[in-house]
């Protein structure tokens, strides 16, 4: 009894307080009640704006980074140009011999790999966003396998050369693609079965490519053999507009299927609920990430591991968060550059093929990239 009558006095002054202020607001509840709201609202707008700012910041820094390259490339080589002489030659200044080895000889091959290397880095993080694998790239799933494939029949069996194995190489990527696609079909495409249909496509077609080398004389061999490293060497004005002019058409394809991304990568279900037709933004997404590949593909060959680093390396410049398409394909250009400025020449006096470079950063890449998959679970 007494127990209750204690505990009566400890609740019930605070439980009449509060009845009070429940059937009639005072004006100071009121008032903190909206000062609360507000600052609750200035918080959220805050979360909001801090990674757009670091995205911004991010993707300013690294279009910096690739202007920097693009400008080293045009400045060093052979007969060094000054940097002020090749920002005035690019301002439409400077004298006929520099404009001539700036505008004719070297921006060529700097431009191809911009956008070689960006249509690389886009596609990659395409494919890897959908198929939300960070192992799923073209140059694993065997869309480069089958441009590779395509063009080493056309040049040891038809032999033909220059653009004829640039269209070529992009229409077996495209077969390839659609090969793979039908092959993993069932009432739906789900990830992994495209990333193991695809592996095994690029093992077959890998052994073709190896039947047809044994088979072809030495000379026509090391055309193959050229063209399979992945090389800007050679590039000029023509081949650099087979890469530029698609790109005009495909990059803004790319961005605008790229915004049924979010929505899939809830899964199926979920994106269904929000009203996404799936199978159409799928295939809408696949068919943009390989005319990118195949495109960069038929301008420098199937450079490895550019399109499988530049989503990985671009999210993690953002903290992980979406599929940083834009940083993806900067990353690329800036990984096509670094690596072809390096091989021409930081390495000695022999120059070395950008694949060569991007084989052997890519690979401990891979390692990272298994070893983290794994760790969190994606690794099957």
Request: glycine share 14%.
């Amino acid at each position: 009894m007494a127990a209750n009558t204690s505990g009566g006095s400890r609740t019930g002054p605070p439980a009449r307080a509060l009845g009070a202020g429940a059937g009639k607001p005072s004006g100071g509840g009121a008032a903190r009640g909206r000062g609360a709201s507000a600052e609750a609202l200035r918080t959220v707008r805050a979360a909001r704006r801090r990674p757009r700012a670091r995205a911004t910041a991010v993707t300013a820094v690294m279009a910096v980074v690739v202007f920097a390259l693009f400008c080293a490339s045009l400045s060093v080589g052979s007969f060094r140009i000054p940097l002020l002489d090749v920002l005035r030659t690019l301002g439409g200044g400077g004298d006929a011999g520099t404009r001539f080895i700036v505008v004719q000889v070297r921006m060529p091959r700097a431009v191809t790999g911009v956008a070689a290397g960006a249509a690389f880095g886009l596609s990659g993080a395409i494919f890897q966003s959908l198929i939300r694998n960070p192992l799923a790239s073209p140059d694993v799933i065997g869309i480069t396998a089958g441009a590779s494939a395509a063009a080493v029949v056309s040049i040891v069996v038809f032999s033909l050369a220059g653009t004829a194995v640039s269209l070529t190489a992009v229409a077996g990527a495209l077969l390839t693609a659609l090969l793979i696609y039908l092959l993993a079909w069932r009432r739906g495409v789900t990830g992994y079965r495209l990333v193991l249909v695809g592996i095994g496509v690029a093992a077959a077609l890998s052994s073709v490519v190896s039947f047809l080398l044994t088979r072809a004389d030495v000379y026509t061999a090391q055309q193959a053999l050229l063209w399979l490293t992945g090389s800007l060497n050679g590039a000029d004005w023509p081949r650099a507009r087979e890469v530029l002019y698609p790109l005009v058409v495909l990059l803004p394809a790319a961005y605008l299927a790229a915004r049924t991304l979010p929505a899939l990568g809830l899964g199926d279900d979920s994106a269904r609920g929000l009203g996404v037709r799936v199978e159409r933004g799928r295939l809408a997404l696949i068919l943009a990430g390989v005319c990118l590949a195949a495109v960069a593909t038929s301008a420098a060959g199937p450079v490895a591991f550019v399109a499988f680093l530049s989503g990985p390396v671009a999210r993690r410049l953002l903290h992980g968060r979406g599929p940083a398409l834009v940083l993806s394909s900067l990353t690329g250009a800036a990984l096509m550059l670094g690596c072809d400025f390096a091989g021409q020449h930081l390495l000695g006096p022999t120059e070395f093929p950008v694949g060569v470079i991007t084989g052997v950063l890519g690979a401990p890449g891979l390692l990272w990239l298994l070893a983290r998959a794994n760790r969190v679970g994606q690794g099957g």
